[in-house]
């Protein structure tokens, strides 16, 4: 379980009986290491070049070819999902790159023209198929119980789309977000 802070415990201000409510308001989870560069660049598809750097460091060691692909920004309307992802991203960092990384979430308010691309994260679909999208269900299980809501059913085969961002808070958006747009969530 997550420890997350209270000033971003946010769901019982989102939850409804159909999931989470959605607005023009997106949140972004990342690693404090990446504050000043997101900072001066904002938000870049397939953003964390040090760790793809030690994803492909690693491959080649072992003889392995690398393929880099270009991923979206994912986002979600929930502070608290996205310290949830921040989490995950600060461990999966810490096996590959040395320092003291914090959990940290971006506020992000898009202008409409880009808000209207930002798209439920149905490629979510294959995550939960594994032991992260098993704990991200779990945690997820947690703050609709927390909250007086039953845990979020989904058929991962037959779910409509809007499922995947109202029941379980994923999204992305497949364009570069400028920092203009962002705001770093402090206490």
Do not use: C
């Not at 991203?89 to 990384?101: F, P």
């Not at 992000?108 to 023209?113: C, D, G, R, T, V």
């Not at 808000?115 to 149905?122: E, F, L, R, T, Y």
């Not at 779990?138 to 809007?162: C, H, T, V, W």
Request: proline fraction near 3%.
């Amino acid at each position: 379980m997550t420890n997350t802070p209270a000033s971003l415990q946010d769901a019982k201000d989102l939850l409804t009986e159909q999931g989470l409510a959605t607005s023009d308001t997106w949140y972004h989870g990342t690693s404090s290491a990446l504050i000043d560069s997101i900072k001066a660049q904002g938000l870049k598809r397939s953003g964390d070049k040090a760790l793809k750097a030690a994803a492909k460091k690693t491959m080649a060691t072992i003889g392995n070819s690398y393929t880099e692909s270009i991923e979206p920004v994912f986002l979600t309307q929930s502070k608290e999902l996205a310290f949830y992802w921040a989490e995950q991203t600060v461990r999966d960092r810490s096996v590959r790159i040395e320092g003291e990384e914090q959990p940290v979430v971006f506020e992000i308010k898009l202008p409409e023209e880009q808000n209207i691309k930002v798209k439920p994260d149905v490629g979510a679909a294959s995550l939960l198929l594994v032991k992260e999208g098993e704990n991200f269900m779990a945690f997820l299980a947690g703050i609709y119980q927390s909250n007086g809501f039953g845990a979020p059913e989904i058929d991962l085969m037959k779910a409509d789309r809007l499922e995947y961002l109202n029941k379980l808070g994923m999204a992305y958006v497949n364009v570069d977000i400028d920092a203009s747009y962002l705001t770093l969530i402090t206490d």
